[in-house]
């Protein structure tokens, strides 16, 4: 028998497509801080553009600064140095290891094509062109920022409802909930006259088995916190990346509170009357 209020079915089906606002697609202020931490080496590299010689101005500019160089690898998208490939003659290499003296840059000029670009003129600022790389490696950082989205999206809620609330706070914090021996971090916590709501937000787009761990261990917490009767744990989770685990889900259903978007009201209206 659920302690949820909704049914089990009722609540996947309502699980949201996305929590995606339009701050989630790119970071701006992240891509221009990473420019302008190399920008005096991309100034320096913008001698190489439209160079019909390439070879000859990479060695002036080499013999001249020739740690300008060491930022080559995001001219072809890669932002860890020390990314493995094969070279031409078949050896593992990293990339770093073309960036050793004029003749290796030459030769990593030519085997990325970037030679042509560059003696063609069809780039005229290395400085905006990595910007764009920058904002292009930025989507590798949506995961990360999906968490975050959804946490902010439920403060916003909990604001337009007046709800107080503190955010990550350890259950070390409360000097009577002594439950763990390692320090579990709430993302929400309401403290309301009778009850302390400790609270973890999640969405999640795409499935995997990390969403089958992520139930078992919040059934376990709720579990442990139900033993003592001033707290209560609530889990608001979203997305329809649940619809792989739908099974380890609806086990934790049973025995966890559990919300989403769509009724998350009715937690909140919950908070109101106890408070």
């Known amino acids: 028998m659920s302690i949820n209020n909704t049914n089990f079915n009722d609540f996947l089906n309502s699980l949201q497509k996305t929590n995606a606002t339009l701050d989630y697609f790119t970071d701006f202020d992240k891509c221009s801080e990473n420019v302008n931490k190399i920008s005096m080496k991309l100034h320096s590299l913008n001698y190489l553009l439209g160079k019909k010689n390439l070879k000859q101005a990479i060695d002036e500019l080499f013999l001249d600064n020739p740690k300008c160089f060491e930022v080559l690898n995001l001219l072809i998208a890669v932002r860890n140095k020390k990314t493995n490939l094969f070279d031409k003659n078949g050896n593992l290499v990293e990339i770093k290891s073309y960036f050793l003296n004029s003749n290796k840059i030459y030769e ?101 088995s990390k969403l089958n761990e992520v139930a078992r261990s919040y059934t376990e917490i709720s579990e442990k916190i139900s033993h003592f009767n001033k707290y209560n744990f609530i889990w608001i989770t979203d997305g329809q990346g649940w619809f792989s685990a739908k099974n380890k889900l609806a086990e934790a259903y049973k025995s966890v509170e559990i919300y989403n978007l769509e009724n998350l009201n009715t937690f909140i209206q919950k908070v109101k009357n106890n408070d």
């Open 108 to 208: 990593f000029f030519c085997e990325t094509g970037l030679d042509k670009i560059f003696i063609n003129g069809e780039i005229t600022n290395l400085h905006d062109y990595v910007f764009g790389v920058e904002v292009g490696l930025d989507t590798n950082a949506r995961k990360n920022r999906t968490g975050n989205l959804f946490a902010n999206l439920v403060a916003q809620i909990f604001i337009s409802n007046n709800i107080k609330f503190t955010r990550e706070i350890n259950h070390t914090d409360f000097k009577d909930l002594n439950f763990s021996d390692d320090k579990k971090r709430f993302d929400f916590v309401i403290q309301t006259q009778n009850i302390t709501y400790l609270i973890e937000a999640n969405f999640y787009n795409g499935g995997g």
